[in-house]
């Protein structure tokens, strides 16, 4: 595959991103968050619609959807992918030669693994070289050099199928002895279903028995309740007649009250229509004057106004005069010379113009000392150069030196790291190696019960065979004994003939011929007691045995993880052994630079003491450069000559004296300005207060009137009271009756007549009522007997009904669970069925398990396939590299051998030569027909020798057509043929191809 070329609209930063790619070697630069990674992780998308991260993430901030377009070339036709998620919906299209070929999100994908014949997983193990990976292949042990090398192939997969295999036959195994336990149970629900047939059969019998009671019990019951039923009406009328009587009674009751209400009534209209009359000449005359004082209040009113008006007038005109009298005494005291407004406001200009000019000479005298201050600084900033000049050169010199060591100190950091990652290899190494120990203490207990299966397997075949025999022997012995039983009978029921040969016998021979056969019979079933103990405790043998072979076959499993654990234990310490013979030679070499660094501490002493003389030479250096003195010197001079024999002190004196004088002009022509102001003010009030005057005199007249008619309304408001108290009264009896004021006695009269006619009528009813409820002849007493006898009949029949319906759920219980003991039954027989088939697949899946994905099936035939591929294309790229050396060869191990030498005594350079090639080797050998492949920052944890030796090997890559570069080196621009730039800017990412 050739990548020709992409587009990426809204994706991660790129808002709308468009490169087209060439042959060769194309590096893309930019710094760590820039967006580098993102272009392929869009191709990644495009090819197989996949990614770690949610649709959400992958969408640029604020957008609803991204698009990717990806154009690439593959066996001379050209195709295209666009593949598009989020809020518009999905595209997943895909053209060859720019015609249509397949739509939609499976669709595509098939046709991507079909046209590249490889999927998402190899792309990423061999055509995507992530970060890390090219020194690490140099770097790891063999071993874990052969576990990544198993990872890049696909291997791991198979390794993990035989893990989850191996989970899915422990589960199956609980499986089939959870089935085995439940089928311990078929015996029980055998003898529960014989049980339960029984216990029906006895129960339907019990249920006819109560269903005849229950028919006796319900004919008594109907006619003790047509009994009932006449004399619950004879209660109902009774009791209708005295419910009628109650409410006969309530009504003569209330007729009485409300003709005594009535009377009442009519006494105390009589009484207050008297009142009405005797006070209603003193009640007209209050209402009268009540009136004309309402009109004389108003015009009060109108007047009021005016009055208060000149009573607020007279205190403000009182309180002016006293003002002025105050002004006047002010004005005497501050200008006794009595001079004019205008001579005073030109004494305040002159002032003011004063103040201005030593405002002026102040600001000067300001100025003047910060140049002293400044003058102050330079001086003392020349004093301290001088002072702290050796201790600057001193410190320069340390510097230098320090500079040297410190380069030295480099490789001992990379010692240090170096130790530290063999140590945290060693402390994990014994970890593991203390684990294994602890899981394979029981490992010899184990193998020694395996060890044993043979002999079981030998001892339980003979013993099956004692069985068979012993089985035929038992039958054989059954068959005689049955037969002498026939004979027996057969003798019994014959007419003195032998049943045998049919010669004639008497009753002495048969009876002779009878105890022969009783005594034969004895003495073999005697012989078949014996067998049948025999066989018992062969079985209880044999049971033994099978726990021991039950036992094995689950142990097994876990023999052969320990087993292998065994193995591994071998490689840990031997790895062990490595690491530790690594870490003693590198603190050999660590020794050698401990004195540099106790050096290194004490020039960083010394330099830390120099340090504050260092950055204060270099302060003063700094600050006289800037410092312009002569020009400091020069404002100095001009500023004097203003200033002239001025002070800070005299012009504050000056100030203050003329603030004081100013102050009090300011107060001068102040209260003369009120003055003016008061007395214009004070002639105004005057001439409002005659305006109003005749108005305010007639609000006093009038509240003199007033007064009198209020005195004699006082002498009218006792009748005007008592005629609209009695006025009152009869409204509430007008209201109440709805019947008008003077129609009401009458009226009244009238009804208490009415109700009167009413009374005679009840109480005739009420005669006729009782004379009924005596005729009725009720006996309550003899009702509530019968209403036991009833209660009685009725309990006796629901507890019947009860024991029935009992008896009925208890039976339909039975049914029921004898129903769910056949069901059960039958699914325990299903059961057998699923155990056989169980076995069976156990079987199987442990020999798939063994043969096929275990590390010597699959995981082995695959590495034999592959690492002689990997050896041959690794050699291929090897040699186009032209270094000195001819063949890198994969050991068993996993250990690299470059012409018979171990690849770590090669230089930085040649190693890395070595990692790249096998790692291309790799990717060729997992994909055959490589053409592009893409390296996500190649030069990440490699020193600078090396990045430089990583970059002309690049150079010299002829074998694979397009390679693509990921790094935030700009070095990696001097092997490219194409570069592509990229920044991010705010938000988005900025392409720029060069």
Not at 579 to 588: P, Q, V
Not at 632 to 646: A, C, E, F, P, Q
Not at 705 to 731: F, H
Not at 958 to 973: A, G, N, P, R
């Amino acid at each position: 595959m050739i990548i020709m070329g992409i587009n990426i609209k809204n994706f991660r930063s790129h808002k709308n991103t468009q490169i087209s790619f060439n042959k060769g070697i194309t590096t893309i630069i930019g710094q760590n968050g820039s967006g580098k990674s993102s272009i392929f992780e869009a191709m990644n998308y495009a090819l197989y619609a996949r990614s770690s991260s949610k649709i959400e993430d992958l969408k640029k901030r604020g957008t609803n959807q991204f698009l990717i377009g990806l154009t690439f070339e593959v066996g001379g036709n050209n195709y295209k992918v666009i593949r598009g998620r989020g809020r518009g919906g999905n595209t997943d299209r895909l053209y060859i030669n720019n015609k249509p070929y397949a739509e939609g999100n499976g669709e595509v994908n098939n046709k991507i693994k079909e046209i590249l014949g490889i999927d998402h997983e190899v792309f990423l193990n061999a055509i995507y070289i992530k970060q890390g990976e090219i020194s690490n292949l140099i770097n790891l042990r063999p071993s874990e050099r052969k576990k990544l090398i198993g990872k890049l192939l696909g291997i791991e997969k198979y390794e993990k199928t035989w893990e989850e295999m191996g989970k899915a036959i422990n589960e199956f195994n609980g499986k089939l002895e959870y089935i085995k336990g439940e089928l311990k149970q078929i015996n029980t629900i055998k003898e529960d279903i014989i049980n339960l047939k029984e216990e029906i059969a006895h129960k339907e019998k019990e249920l006819k028995e109560l269903q005849s009671r229950y028919e006796h019990i319900k004919d008594l019951k109907e006619k003790k309740e047509g009994e009932l039923k006449h004399y619950d009406e004879k209660e109902k009328k009774f009791n209708d007649l005295n419910k009628i009587l109650t409410e006969m009674e309530h009504k003569i009751e209330t007729l009485k009250m409300d003709i005594y209400n009535l009377k009442n009534d009519i006494e105390d209209i009589n009484k207050y229509s008297n009142v009405l009359m005797e006070n209603n000449e003193g009640y007209n005359r209050y209402i009268k004057i009540e009136r004309k004082l309402k009109e004389l209040s108003n015009e009060i009113e109108t007047y009021k106004k005016y009055y208060d008006k000149s009573n607020k007038l007279k205190g403000m005109l009182e309180t002016l005069e006293n003002n002025l009298k105050g002004i006047e005494n002010n004005l005497k005291n501050l200008n006794p010379e009595n001079k004019d407004i205008e001579t005073i406001n030109k004494d305040i200009g002159n002032i003011k113009k004063e103040l201005n000019n030593l405002d002026s000479i102040m600001e000067k005298l300001t100025e003047l000392k910060e140049i002293n201050n400044k003058l102050k600084e330079i001086n003392k900033n020349k004093i301290e150069l001088k002072n702290n000049e050796k201790y600057y050169y001193e410190y320069l010199e340390l510097n230098e030196k320090l500079n040297e060591l410190n380069a030295k100190l480099v490789d001992f950091g990379k010692l240090k790291e170096k130790e530290k990652s063999i140590a945290s290899q060693i402390d994990t190494l014994k970890k593991k190696k203390e684990g294994i120990i602890k899981e394979l203490s029981n490992f010899d207990e184990i193998e020694s019960k395996i060890n044993t299966e043979n002999e079981l397997i030998k001892d339980h075949d003979e013993l099956m065979e004692k069985i068979s025999n012993l089985n035929r022997l038992m039958a054989e012995k059954e068959t005689k004994i049955n037969q002498m039983k026939e004979s027996i009978e057969k003798l019994k029921e014959t007419d003195n003939k032998c049943p045998v040969c049919k010669s004639y016998i008497d009753e002495k021979k048969k009876e002779e011929l009878l105890n022969t056969y009783y005594n034969d019979i004895e003495k073999e079933e005697q012989r078949l007691n014996k067998l049948n103990e025999k066989y018992i405790n062969y079985g209880t043998e044999l049971k033994e045995l099978k726990k021991k072979l039950e036992e094995i076959n689950r142990l097994k499993d876990k023999y052969g993880i320990l087993k292998e654990k065994k193995e591994n234990l071998e490689n840990i310490s031997r790895d062990l052994d490595s690491y530790i013979n690594d870490l003693y030679e590198i603190r050999k070499e660590i020794s050698k630079y401990i004195s540099i660094e106790k050096e290194i501490e004490d020039l960083e002493k010394k330099k830390n003491d120099l340090e504050k003389h260092y950055n204060k030479y270099n302060f003063c250096v700094e600050y006289l450069k800037n410092a312009n003195e002569k020009e400091i010197l020069k404002s100095k001079d001009n500023i004097l000559k203003t200033v002239g024999n001025y002070d800070r002190t005299k012009v504050n004196t000056k100030r203050r004296e003329l603030n004081n004088v100013l102050e009090k002009l300011n107060n001068i022509v102040r209260l003369m300005n009120d003055k003016k102001n008061k007395e214009k003010e004070l002639i105004n009030t005057l001439k409002e207060i005659e305006n109003i005057q005749k108005e305010a005199e007639q609000y006093i007249k009038l509240e003199q009137k007033k007064s009198g008619m209020e005195k004699e309304m006082e002498m009218y408001e006792e009748p005007y009271n008592k005629y609209k108290n009695a006025l009152s009264v009869l409204k509430n009896y007008s209201n109440r009756y709805k019947i008008d004021i003077d129609k009401l006695e009458n009226a009244l009269n009238e009804i208490l007549n009415n109700k009167n006619e009413e009374l005679k009528i009840l109480n005739n009813n009420k005669k006729d009522i009782l004379e009924e409820l005596d005729n009725l002849n009720y006996d309550e007493t003899y009702h509530s007997k019968l209403k036991n006898d009833y209660e009685k009949i009725f309990n006796k029949l629901n507890d019947a009904n009860n024991q029935i319906v009992e008896a009925t759920s208890y039976l339909n219980s039975k049914e029921e669970f004898l129903q769910t003991q056949i069901n059960n039954l039958n699914k325990l027989r299903d059961k057998e069925r699923e155990k056989e088939q169980l076995e069976k697949y156990i079987f199987y899946l442990k020999d798939i398990r063994e043969n096929v994905f275990s590390k010597n099936g699959f995981q082995q035939y695959l590495r034999e396939k592959y690492i002689p591929l990997i050896q041959k294309y690794t050699n291929e790229i090897f040699k186009e590299f032209e270094l000195p050396y001819s063949h890198i060869q994969i050991k068993n191990d996993y250990d690299i051998i470059v012409d018979e030498l171990p690849v770590k005594t090669l230089s930085g350079g040649e190693q890395i030569a070595v990692s790249l090639a096998l790692r291309l080797g790799i990717a060729k050998a997992v994909c055959n027909n490589l053409q592009c492949i893409i390296l996500d920052e190649p030069t990440a944890f490699l020193d600078e020798d090396r990045r430089k030796k990583l970059l002309n090997i690049f150079r010299n890559i002829k074998t694979i057509s397009q390679i693509f570069v990921i790094s935030h080196h700009d070095e990696l621009e001097q092997v490219a043929n194409n570069i592509i730039n990229i920044k991010k800017i705010g938000d988005d990412s900025i392409v720029n191809v060069q």
